[in-house]
């Protein structure tokens, strides 16, 4: 069965501290994997995807397949991360998501 | 202004009325989505669409209806069968893609009183 686990539903961290939000999957297939956000009063949006390799806003996520887990990192927090996240698995060729549960993240000053 | 523009942002309705929540796209994206988001339940996928006249049920499709009669629209009806109605819901849109990723419209809050 596939499956996406966020064990974290709060996260709260101090400015310029470390962040790592942590994604887990189940798929018998070959993942693809998403990380979404979704700051207050907005819509939410695509933050990174794992086959881009790519570091968004200062986020980095890498695939481990091994482990079956996809965290995302940002090594100094800011007050503008505060927002709730979403890892997401990719189920078939037209794109439909199964999301997490989500994790709140809180930056403090 | 290309997007995915969701009608209305906030609806209250008195149990055993149906409602219809509007989701329009100019993406001209062929797939199109509804989402159910719940606190600490994360966003659940209730039906979605691949082409026009055709959609399938999602994991919570249980009293909720949809249609897809342009590629442009996929409105959402909560029923009077749905047994909590009351939530946030998002609709998102997808073009056809080995490797895509979602676009989301604003959201659509329904009370029911």
């Known amino acids: 069965a596939q499956r996406v686990t966020q064990p974290e539903k709060l996260l709260s961290v101090f400015k310029g501290a470390p962040v790592e939000l942590k994604c887990n999957y189940s798929?018998?297939?070959?993942?693809?994997l998403f990380w979404y956000v979704q700051y207050s009063r907005q819509r939410l949006q695509l933050l990174l995807r794992h086959i881009s390799r790519e570091s968004i806003k200062g986020f980095t996520a890498d695939l481990n397949k091994g482990e079956t887990s996809f965290h995302l990192k940002k090594p100094f927090a800011q007050e503008e991360d505060s927002a709730m996240y979403y890892c997401a698995l990719q189920t078939d060729s037209w794109g439909k998501l199964q999301f997490g549960a989500g994790t709140q993240v809180v930056v403090t000053p | 202004d290309g997007g995915i523009t969701q009608s209305p942002k906030y609806l209250f309705r008195k149990e055993g009325q149906n409602v219809t929540l509007s989701c329009e796209q100019n993406?001209?994206?062929?797939?199109m989505y509804w989402y159910r988001q719940d606190p600490g339940q994360g966003l659940r996928l209730i039906y979605y669409s691949q082409i026009v006249n055709d959609f399938q049920k999602g994991d919570i499709a249980e009293g909720y209806s949809v249609s897809r009669e342009k590629k442009e629209s996929f409105p959402l009806t909560v029923t009077s069968a749905q047994k909590n109605p009351t939530a946030f819901y998002l609709c998102?849109?997808?073009?056809?893609?080995?490797?895509?990723?979602?676009?989301f419209g604003e959201g659509s809050r329904l009370t029911v009183l």
């Open positions: 998102a849109s997808s073009p056809r893609a080995k490797v895509g990723g979602l676009f």
């Open positions: 993406l001209n994206h062929d797939a």
């Open positions: 798929y018998s297939g070959s993942p693809e």
